[in-house]
T-cell receptor, first 121, second 117 residues
Framework: NAGVMQNPRHLVRRRGQEARLRCSPMKGHSHVYWYRQLPEEGLKFMVY????????ESGMPKERFSAEFPKEGPSILRIQQVVRGDSAAYFC???????????????????FGAGSRLTVL | DQQVKQNSPSLSVQEGRISILNCDYTNSMFDYFLWYKKYPAEGPTFLIS?????DKNEDGRFTVFLNKSAKHLSLHIVPSQPGDSAVYFC????????????????FGTGTRLKVLA
């Protein structure tokens, strides 16, 4: 029963190259979240997707960043023409269909992957 | 605009004593809260959660308290152990219902806890 799988774990790119980060959600989870953690900062929400649909991309930079979650295959976060400021750890989390627990229940709703660390030289 | 704030970037506590990690939020619509623990080079792992219809939830050594009027929650760890040394994030559901009926979660900046042996 694999958890959330992210790859690659480490990615090095030169300025101007493209970075592609992949995330396979937990079995039975149909929603994927991407978060970015910059050095010495917290987890910043980027985008929230379900299969073939972007639900909320309010945290995504307007340029160079895109995300998809196709009907088949993993979710992909794509960063074009990377710059040094894109160096960060990118975390993916998945949730079941209803990420809304029963009131009063102390349940987990987000399961995170181990992250992909992007270094831009 | 930081809607979820963890104002203490770090905290050191002696082993066996109580650790108290604080979290403040600004959006009164937030109604479900999560705490995650993160070790270096690993993803965050779920610790405990609480819904706004409660003011306390307990799980072993971990207790979360919610004060809705103050828009404040805290995580108590007692007794603290060296293995608890990690970064702790609080997160809140922003209460906005998406078209699919699900929610996004806003995270704080984290507090690094160090438990001294």
């Amino acid at each position: 029963n694999a958890g959330v799988m992210q790859n690659p774990r480490h990615l090095v790119r030169r300025r101007g190259q493209e970075a592609r980060l992949r995330c396979s959600p937990m079995k039975g989870h149909s929603h994927v979240y991407w978060y970015r953690q910059l050095p010495e900062e917290g987890l910043k929400f980027m985008v929230y997707l379900q299969k073939e649909n972007i639900i909320d991309e309010s945290g995504m930079p307007k340029e160079r960043f895109s995300a998809e979650f196709p009907k088949e295959g993993p979710s992909i976060l794509r960063i074009q023409q990377v710059v040094r400021g894109d160096s960060a750890a990118y975390f993916c989390a998945s949730s079941p269909v209803t990420a809304r627990p029963t009131p009063g229940a102390g349940a987990n709703v987000l399961t995170f992957g181990a992250g992909s660390r992007l270094t831009v030289l | 605009d930081q809607q979820v704030k963890q104002n203490s970037p770090s905290l050191s506590v002696q082993e066996g004593r109580i650790s108290i990690l604080n979290c403040d939020y600004t959006n009164s619509m937030f109604d479900y809260f999560l705490w995650y623990k993160k070790y270096p080079a690993e993803g965050p792992t779920f610790l405990i959660s609480i819904s706004s219809i409660k003011d306390k939830n307990e799980d072993g050594r971990f207790t979360v308290f919610l004060n809705k009027s103050a828009k404040h929650l805290s995580l108590h760890i007692v007794p603290s152990q060296p293995g608890d040394s990690a970064v702790y994030f609080c997160a809140a559901s922003d209460g906005t219902v998406t078209t699919s009926g699900t929610y996004k979660y806003i995270f704080g900046t984290g507090t690094r806890l160090k438990v001294l042996a």
